[in-house]
């Protein structure tokens, strides 16, 4: 399980590796309201696009890496969408809406 304490989570994947694979981590953050920065060409990339998150698409080879991690930290706009990701995942990631797709799929 991720740390409450957290406020933002590292997930440096394999783009060949995560292009269509999902990873638990991710929604486990989004839906704990965490800030999760990921590999460009991934799913989870993907997804954040989908909310506008581009900027939590980062290289991890870039020289002021630490630089960017604060200056996402500190960004407000970034937390209200991070709000409003978290909500919706939050709808769709829970034992109800799983147990009513796999009723429907029966």
């Known amino acids: 399980l991720l740390s409450i304490f957290s406020d933002i989570i590292l997930l ?3 783009s060949a590796s995560y292009k269509f694979r999902t990873s638990g981590i991710f929604v486990e953050a ?3 309201g ?4 990921t ?18 698409i980062i290289n991890w080879d870039n ?13 407000k706009y ?3 969408k ?7 995942y939050c709808k769709f990631h829970n034992i109800a809406n799983f ?5 429907s799929s029966i």
């Open 12 to 14: 440096p994947y394999s």
């Open 39 to 56: 590999t460009p060409s991934t799913w989870m990339a993907y997804e954040l696009e989908k909310y506008d998150l581009k900027e939590l």
């Open 78 to 80: 970034i937390r209200e």
């Open 30 to 32: 989004i839906t704990m």
């Open 63 to 75: 020289l002021n890496l630490i630089q960017k991690l604060e200056e996402i930290y500190l960004n």
């Open 99 to 103: 147990a009513k797709i796999l009723k």
């Open 34 to 37: 965490k800030i999760a920065l």
């Open 82 to 88: 991070i709000k409003f990701m978290t909500n919706d």
